[in-house]
């Protein structure tokens, strides 16, 4: 039997920090004098910082020169880290330290593959870093989802075919590109939304040992 690996993507699929980046992103429309609401919010999960920025900026009908545009970028960011600034375990969303501890019980490979440039921090926060045996983070890849770059970079590392990867992502973008990496793509969140994975749920709470033995076998 081929070596099976499992990719998880961080923001929304770990830990719930769409909320934070929502506030942060939302401070500098206010700031830049417009509204931000949570429904746009949506257009940005699993999409870069940099790009995040082109859309918010668009919404806002903003011409921002490249410097501007960089300290914006700084901004943001330094008051997204004052959001996470005190995040901790409670910040792991349902039953991801269940299906985490299940696979290392049974030796499986396990990856991050996310956009975000703050992963490993967060990782160390939530005390999850140590089941990860590769992290592919938004300062490894030069393509931004839904490119596979970082799913094929994550499946190098941990020595597992693309075929045999089982990626687990909350972003439209996230699901296209496992798909296209060829790996098994399973959707984390609202199926409609979600429709072009293999598999979907709501949350970890609805997959079984059963179903990862499935996934395993
Ligand atoms: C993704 C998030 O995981 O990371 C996006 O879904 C975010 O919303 C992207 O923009 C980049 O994150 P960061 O932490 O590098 O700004
Ligand atoms: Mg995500």
Same mark, same amino acid.
């Given at each position: 039997?081929? +070596?099976?690996?499992?990719?998880? !993507?961080?923001?929304?699929? #770990? ?20 509204? $931000?609401? +949570? ?11 940099? %790009?995040?920025?082109? #859309? *918010?900026?668009?919404?806002?009908? /903003? ?17 997204? *880290? ?14 991801? @330290? %269940?299906? *985490?501890?299940?696979? =290392?019980?049974?030796?499986? @490979? ?9 992963? %490993? ?9 140590? $089941?990860?045996?590769? #992290?592919? !983070?938004?300062?490894?890849?030069? =393509? ?30 996230? /699901? ?5 990496? %060829?790996?098994?793509? /399973? ?16 949350? $970890?709470?609805?997959? !079984?040992? !059963? ?7």
């Amino acid at each position: 039997m081929q +070596k099976i690996g499992f990719i998880f !993507d961080l923001d929304g699929v #770990i830990v719930d920090t769409a909320k934070y980046h929502y506030l942060a992103w939302k401070k500098l429309a206010n700031e830049l004098g417009f509204e $931000f609401t +949570k429904e746009q919010n949506e257009m940005f999960k699993g999409v870069s910082r940099k %790009r995040c920025l082109e #859309i *918010l900026l668009d919404i806002g009908n /903003i011409t921002a020169s490249q410097e501007q545009f960089d300290t914006w970028m700084v901004d943001k960011n330094v008051d997204y *880290l004052a959001y996470i600034e005190n995040m901790d375990e409670s910040e792991v969303l349902p039953d991801v @330290p %269940r299906v *985490l501890s299940y696979l =290392k019980d049974n030796n499986i @490979p396990i990856a991050l593959g996310s956009a975000s440039k703050n992963a %490993r921090p967060i990782l160390e926060k939530v005390k999850l870093l140590s $089941f990860f045996d590769s #992290i592919v !983070d938004g300062n490894n890849v030069t =393509k931004a989802k839904p490119d596979p770059e970082v799913f094929l970079i994550a499946a190098e590392n941990l020595g597992v075919q693309p075929s045999k990867c089982i990626v687990f992502e909350d972003a439209v973008a996230g /699901i296209q590109a496992a798909n296209s990496a %060829r790996m098994i793509s /399973i959707g984390i969140g609202d199926e409609k939304v979600l429709s072009e994975a293999q598999f979907n749920f709501n949350d $970890f709470t609805e997959i !079984d040992d !059963d179903f990862l033995v499935k996934l395993l076998s």
